[in-house]
């Protein structure tokens, strides 16, 4: 069984350096042009590949780990949404489909389930609980941005383009803080947050400037 679960690990890592290249690729590469499309692609593919793989291993017998696991959740609802915002793009619809809200409602429960934890474990003086509350937070605050999204798109025909770029930037934040943890074995807070904080930023940028209505990103 162990054999098993280093040769999912394997893969998983395998599949995880290959999302976390061509994440950052897509982030340093034109917007929209062919190579930010086929990095973007590959990206989502091989993350979620990654995620799934992870989600495996951290139920295993002695690789038990919660968190991890729900990161893993996270990553792939990321991955999912941003992609789903490119579709919303392409249709123009005003109405989000069932597989939208399933995606949106399922990460909004979620986030609703670590934040409890990790309320519960501060309350109990559990070791980084903290985490808990600051990822399910962001999730949360995500979730509920998703179905404003929903909304507003008729009205606002950049909403899909600033959707896009928080949740496949997002899904890059947690490729990177991974490796840093997993493959760095650095587990800091710090480094769990950091990660965060700069994306954020990154993420801000492009949302302040796409909310120019002046600015509008064509198919």
Request: proline share 1%; glycine share 10%; charged share 15%.
């Amino acid at each position: 069984m162990e054999h098993a679960i280093k040769i999912m690990i394997y893969i998983h890592a395998f599949f995880g350096g290959i999302g976390l290249i061509t994440g950052l690729g897509s982030v340093i590469v034109q917007k929209g042009s062919n190579i930010h499309k086929k990095l973007g692609t590959a990206f989502s593919y091989s993350m979620i590949l990654s995620s799934i793989i992870s989600l495996i291993v951290a139920r295993m017998p002695n690789h038990e780990n919660l968190f991890l696991f729900l990161i893993g959740i996270f990553t792939i609802y990321l991955v999912l949404s941003g992609t789903r915002a490119l579709k919303l793009r392409a249709k123009y619809k005003t109405k989000a489909d069932l597989m939208d809200k399933i995606i949106s409602g399922s990460m909004l429960l979620l986030s609703l389930i670590m934040l409890s934890v990790g309320i519960i474990g501060i309350l109990q003086e559990i070791a980084n609980s903290i985490l808990y509350v600051f990822f399910g937070g962001f999730g949360l605050l995500m979730s509920i941005k998703d179905f404003r999204t929903f909304k507003t798109f008729s009205s606002n025909k950049n909403a899909w383009i600033k959707s896009h770029i928080g949740r496949m930037v997002g899904a890059l934040i947690a490729s990177i803080t991974a490796f840093m943890v997993a493959g760095l074995n650095i587990g800091t807070v710090v480094v769990w947050i950091t990660p965060t904080i700069v994306g954020t930023i990154y993420i801000i940028f492009w949302t302040r400037k796409f909310s120019n209505p002046k600015v509008v990103v064509k198919e």
